[in-house]
């Protein structure tokens, strides 16, 4: 009975750790893919029984995918690497990958053990954010009078150009976070 609670509980974190687990045998063929959730960032018809770096050359176009077929073939632990694929027809996904190497009793490397999860979302949310923060930099710095935006604490948040020019003497206290005073 102990046995079996403790199978339950590794079998519920597995459930709630990722959305897909992924396993590849010593060459790095991908031997299987569990389907946590219904997410599809991973079609297994497409990559199972192909080796890793095949899989990677078919999501393509991520400079950081050299790197991860580095540390994999190297046998090294990795955790949260977030990569995008963009395949034809598709719309772009990223994903965040995690996997160990396993050893045998004898230490005999055997393959990897790993999690990805679909993060298309988060990822498109900060590129959204960055957008609009570049956007009200703009928008600030073409303003034809002198800037400044306070906090809730008058703790110094943005600042145009305009505003250095008229605050000149002022200029070395225009930090993030300065305090209205110290201006």
Known sequence: AEMEDQVARY??????????????????????????????????????GGTVQEFLTVAGGDPRLADFVEQLESKR??????????????????????????YDKKGRFQGYRGTVNDVTAEVEQRQSALRAQIRLNEAIETMP????????????????????????????HFTAGASYFQI
Request: proline share 3%.
């Open 11 to 48: 079998r519920d974190l597995a459930q709630v750790s990722a959305d897909r687990h992924w396993y590849t045998n010593e060459d790095l063929t991908l031997t299987q893919i569990d389907s946590i959730s219904k997410q599809a960032w991973l079609r297994t018809d497409v990559v199972v």
């Open 77 to 102: 632990s990795f955790r949260n690497l977030v990569f995008r694929r963009a395949l034809p027809g598709e719309r772009p996904q990223s994903a965040r990958v995690s996997g160990r190497p396993v």
């Open 145 to 172: 009078a002198a800037f400044m935006l306070f906090d809730a604490d008058d703790r110094l948040v943005l600042w145009n150009t305009q505003a250095l020019d008229v605050f000149r003497s002022a200029r070395a």
